[in-house]
């Protein structure tokens, strides 16, 4: 069975540009998550889509936005880059569940701004 | 206040030995799930161990097993025989109540020695 699959792997952009990442959730998994990774904050929730509807938001700028498709496939965008939005963007899935429904993480995408 | 607390950025053992990584997190929920997670340098996310606040059992998979002390708000991560493929960073994380996402402890870099 597939995993979470994220692209690109690694990003360069430009101060000032735009970017849009990449996540295909497990076969079957309705719901996918976003995370940013850094070194100075750690792993922080963005935002979470299930049935193509933001459910959750974290403490971001509204220059961090997301959609997910009816394949639960889902995109991130970051616009107006900053220095400070060099990460590691991580998405999980996990199917629709209570308590204890796991979360599986794809392996990453390494954005850096210069 | 931080919601999960890792208190060692860094642990080193002997392979073949075992291994006890701290976590404590603050809740007010009755409700919510404890997760350990690795991440090797290529930055995948490798769920590890899941604990539910109403599981009575410790839970164990394999050589990793989570000591739960309700009371003390305690989830610490034990990894017995350590292996040099056990180097990498790990993560506490928590979900809460009916939250759909993670909250992660700022991580331990677990270095097996030969």
């Known amino acids: 069975k597939a995993g979470v699959t994220q692209t690109p792997r690694y990003l360069i952009k430009t101060r000032g540009q735009q970017v849009t990442l990449s996540c295909s959730p497990i076969s079957g998994h309705r719901s996918v998550s976003w995370y940013q990774q850094t070194p100075g904050q750690g792993l922080q929730f963005l935002f979470e889509y299930f049935s193509e509807t933001q459910r959750n938001k974290g403490n971001f700028p509204g220059r961090f936005s997301g959609r997910q498709f009816s394949n639960s496939r889902s995109e991130m965008n970051v616009s107006t880059l900053e220095l400070g939005d060099s990460a590691l963007y991580l998405c999980?899935?996990?199917?629709?569940?209570?308590?204890?429904?796991?979360?599986?993480f794809g392996s990453g995408t390494r954005l850096t701004v210069v | 206040a931080q919601k999960i607390t890792q208190t060692q950025p860094g642990m080193f053992v002997q392979e073949k030995e075992a291994v006890t990584l701290d976590c404590t997190y603050d809740?007010?929920?009755?409700?919510?799930?404890l997760f350990w997670y690795k991440q090797p340098s290529s930055g995948e996310m490798i769920f590890l161990i899941y604990q539910g606040s109403y599981d009575e059992q410790n839970a164990t998979e394999g050589r990793y097993s989570l000591n739960f002390q309700k009371a003390r708000k305690s989830a610490n991560l034990v990894i017995s025989a350590s292996q040099l493929g056990d180097s990498a960073m790990y993560f506490c994380a928590m979900r809460e109540g009916g939250a759909r996402q993670l909250t992660f402890g700022s991580g331990t870099q677990l270095t097996v020695l030969p």
């Open positions: 999980a899935s996990s199917p629709m569940g209570g308590t204890g429904y796991g979360y599986t």
């Open positions: 809740t007010s929920d009755q409700s919510y799930g």
